[in-house]
């Protein structure tokens, strides 16, 4: 970054509109991740944006479905979940699900929501997280999870789309001609991640997340066990929030909470 005090600079906005952005890669990522904390903050009249990197179109296992038919299925189910949550506002980027990747046109995606937004947080996946694989022997009832490449990729994006695309008033110039203006994000918080150090309280909106959840139809078997497994991970962070923080709390959502801005 160049001189701040040089004649002619561009001041970076440090004042935020909405509380959080919350990025996932398809839609019911920022539901599982995030949801109990975005209607939290939501019933605290903060306002909150959800994005969605993809279209969805490989969220099912039916190869005959048409495409668009399911994106606009995804689309309406993530509305009605943003609804059930309070969350304000939704965006769909609508990159092709399952190949997802970091280049120019999927950064100036989100500097430009970025910059649209001007959130004070930014919510996304932990783009270093490759796999959750507990021991074998510790556990040898439980499976390992790859993480998707979606998930690792709308990471990455995030990451270089705060720094430099975001605060840089000489990246993506021809967004200031559309008035979006640099913007310094505060904090950035990762879900998904193996180093989880911010444990949020979701007692109270639990019950909106199971909710909300329950809004992606096409995503879930409605006889599943689904909503006890959201309720059991829920309680799990609880407990670690006991063990690691002290901190005492039925449900939980954690995240690895990064400070990106300390003001003077
Ligand atoms: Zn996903």
């Not at 409605?222 to 709390?249: D, F, V, Y």
């Amino acid at each position: 970054m160049g001189n701040r005090n040089a004649p002619g600079a561009m001041e970076v906005n440090t004042i935020s509109d909405y509380e959080a952005m919350v990025i996932g890669a398809h839609p019911d990522d920022t539901d599982i991740s995030s949801a109990g904390t975005s209607a939290l903050w939501a019933q605290q009249g903060k306002k909150i944006v959800w994005v969605c990197m993809t279209d969805g179109t490989e969220g099912s296992e039916i190869p005959h479905l048409a495409d668009t038919d399911l994106m606009l299925t995804r689309e309406q189910e993530q509305r009605m979940a943003c609804d059930t949550l309070g969350v304000q506002s939704v965006e769909f980027l609508r990159f092709p699900d399952g190949a997802l990747v970091n280049n120019q046109s999927t950064r100036k995606a989100v500097v430009r929501l970025i910059r649209k937004y001007r959130p004070r947080i930014v919510i996304t996946h932990d783009p270093t997280t490759h796999l959750y694989a507990p021991d074998p022997d510790e556990a040898p009832k439980q499976r390992a999870y790859l993480n998707h490449p979606d998930h690792r990729a709308t990471g990455q994006i995030v990451f270089d789309a705060l720094f430099p695309g975001a605060v840089n008033p000489r990246a993506y110039r021809d967004l200031l001609v559309e008035e979006l203006y640099p913007h310094q994000v505060h904090e950035l918080y990762l879900f998904f991640s193996d180093q989880e150090n911010t444990f949020i309280d979701i007692s109270e909106t639990i019950a909106l997340k199971v909710k909300s959840i329950q809004c992606h139809v096409s995503q879930l078997d409605p006889e599943g066990e689904w909503p006890e497994w959201i309720k059991e991970r829920a309680a799990a962070k609880a407990k670690e929030a006991k063990e690691k923080k002290g901190l005492t709390m039925q449900y939980a959502e954690a995240f690895r909470r990064i400070k990106l801005h300390a003001p003077n």
